[in-house]
């Protein structure tokens, strides 16, 4: 649940769902929830908003993309006015860099 549902506040349903769409993006990539709750008070949220660099470490994202670590900060950012569009999503580079079929096989199989 986004921050804004979280502490009872009016919140724009748009920006809401970005921020679910994260969640999910996040989990589907990951493997693994992002954070327990959107509170500033959780120590994962807190620190993908302080600290990203290290919140990666946390969760074993070192190797993910810059591009991806960059929209996921965005799409998950405690205020629902920073949060990108629909439209900004669909021209951001993790969206729009090439994607290596076989490249991304031969790293699956190396992992298994």
Same mark, same amino acid.
């Given at each position: 649940? @986004?921050?804004?549902? $979280?502490? /009872? $506040?009016? +919140? !724009? /349903?748009? %920006?809401? #769902?970005?921020?679910? @769409? /994260? =969640?999910? *993006?996040?989990?589907? =990539?990951? /493997? *693994?929830?992002?954070?327990? &709750?959107?509170?500033? %008070?959780?120590?994962? +949220?807190?620190?993908?908003?302080? !600290?990203?660099?290290? +919140?990666?470490?946390? =969760?074993?994202?070192?190797? *993910?993309?810059? &591009?991806?670590?960059?929209?996921?900060?965005?799409?998950?950012?405690?205020?629902?006015? #920073?949060?990108?569009?629909? %439209?900004?999503?669909?021209?951001?580079?993790?969206?729009? $860099?090439? +994607?290596? =079929?076989?490249?991304?096989?031969?790293?699956? *199989? !190396?992992? @298994?």
């Amino acid at each position: 649940m @986004a921050p804004e549902i $979280k502490e /009872g $506040k009016q +919140y !724009d /349903g748009r %920006q809401v #769902d970005i921020f679910s @769409a /994260g =969640v999910i *993006l996040f989990i589907v =990539v990951q /493997g *693994l929830f992002p954070f327990r &709750e959107a509170r500033i %008070q959780e120590f994962f +949220y807190n620190l993908l908003l302080t !600290d990203p660099v290290q +919140y990666f470490k946390k =969760v074993r994202g070192e190797n *993910l993309s810059p &591009e991806f670590k960059d929209l996921i900060v965005k799409m998950l950012s405690y205020n629902g006015k #920073d949060r990108p569009t629909i %439209q900004q999503i669909e021209s951001h580079p993790w969206f729009t $860099k090439p +994607y290596d =079929v076989e490249q991304t096989k031969e790293k699956l *199989l !190396d992992i @298994a």
